[in-house]
């Protein structure tokens, strides 16, 4: 397993499994150089509170990015994740959150919408896992995954949780092609 991170050094997960490399998703040499010899990419992208009144675009250029390297090294599985909230999921915000949701991460979810229509259109087996909004919790393993709009709604789900998850979508297939909500 590797894992990339531009401060590698502040991770706090070891294991003789797991190669830490320091590198920029937004650098095509360290993606090419982090897919090289992998089954299964999984992208988890974020940005800082700081950042969120900005113009933000690290969502869909580190996608536009990251799909030509993978498929430069022949990795079909991509398993990203995004949040409720976007691309179609974002017609399922409840009125009461919709006006401060946009007022604070608009930009960062309309450019996730961005990122998901590149996933969707790259031709990878994709699955795009959409976490409601995250907390520091254990893992509980009885979290829900909404996988039909009509389910779609907001709530809360641990971080642990969402690994979970992801780590199980790297040999399952029922998701595949899908991009369920994840909540408690």
Not at 148 to 163: M, T, Y
Request: charged share 20%; aromatic share 6%; glycine share 10%.
């Amino acid at each position: 397993m590797r894992a990339l991170a531009r401060s590698v050094s502040s991770m706090d997960i070891s294991g003789a499994e797991l190669e830490k490399v320091a590198g920029d998703a937004l650098n095509a040499k360290d993606m090419e150089a982090a897919t090289r010899g992998m089954d299964v990419v999984i992208q988890a992208l974020g940005v800082g509170f700081g950042e969120l009144l900005g113009p933000i675009s690290l969502f869909s250029r580190a996608t536009k990015i990251l799909i030509p390297a993978m498929k430069g090294q022949g990795v079909k599985r991509l398993i990203a994740v995004t949040g409720f909230g976007a691309g179609e999921s974002s017609a399922h915000i409840s009125c009461i959150q919709r006006l401060p949701f946009q007022a604070v991460f608009g930009r960062a979810y309309h450019d996730k919408g961005v990122q998901e229509r590149l996933i969707r259109e790259s031709g990878l087996d994709w699955t795009i896992a959409r976490p409601g909004v995250l907390t520091p919790g254990p893992l509980t393993r009885r979290y829900r995954v909404l996988s039909e709009p009509s389910q779609w709604r907001n709530g809360l789900i641990s971080r642990a949780d969402v690994a979970d998850f992801l780590v199980q979508q790297i040999e399952g297939t029922t998701y595949v092609g899908k991009a369920p909500v994840l909540v408690n």
